[in-house]
């Protein structure tokens, strides 16, 4: 049964989490979901860490919740936290939890403790990374469709011309300086 044997895998991108305007990713690799109807996931995280509310494929709800359709549910999640304003530094932890209707009607709900390192950017050594996450991170953004395109070819040039031209005129006098200047 899906219960007893059901194990779940995370990884940051980061060994830490920066204790203020810090980022992170949170990858979760969730086993299969064969003969459960419905599940979903959710998040309980520390004081003043926030995460962004994007699933990728998954829908979510007002409250949180991740779904995860049996049909087609990922194997894997993706998911941003960050801070905002300053917030403790130390060792702390999130929960994720997983809550499963199987197809007898049985609900069941576990959950994770996951361990999550918040430092001082200032006074910590530099983070160690994780490339396959960054790299999951990084094609996850290529393909965002918020993005511009994902192919070569169908990239549209970034436009960084300005609204409106500004004009420097050096011989122009305020009316005050025309008043006021000593000329000699």
């Avoid at 049996?70 to 939890?97: D, H, K, M, R």
């Avoid at 959950?111 to 999550?116: D, I, T």
């Avoid at 950017?121 to 160690?128: I, L, R």
Wanted: charged share 25%.
């Amino acid at each position: 049964m899906i219960r007893e044997s059901f194990q779940v895998e995370f990884r940051f991108a980061k060994s830490y989490l920066e204790h203020e305007e810090g980022i992170n990713h949170l990858w979760v690799k969730l086993p299969p979901l064969a003969g459960v109807k419905r599940a979903a996931a959710g998040m309980q995280l520390p004081e003043g860490v926030f995460w962004n509310g994007d699933a990728g494929a998954c829908p979510v709800g007002a409250d949180g919740q991740m779904f995860l359709e049996s049909a087609n549910a990922p194997s894997e999640l993706l998911l941003e936290i960050y801070t905002l304003q300053p917030v403790s530094p130390g060792l702390t932890e999130l929960i994720f939890t997983v809550s499963c209707i199987g197809g007898s009607g049985e609900e069941w709900t576990r959950s994770f403790a996951v361990p999550l390192m918040i430092l001082d950017e200032e006074e910590a050594e530099p983070p160690v990374m994780d490339h396959e996450i960054v790299r999951k991170v990084k094609e996850r953004q290529w393909h965002n469709p918020k993005h511009p395109g994902d192919q070569g070819s169908n990239r549209e040039p970034l436009d960084c011309t300005p609204r409106r031209q500004i004009r420097y005129d050096p011989h122009y006098r305020s009316e005050m300086e025309k008043q006021y200047s000593i000329e000699g």
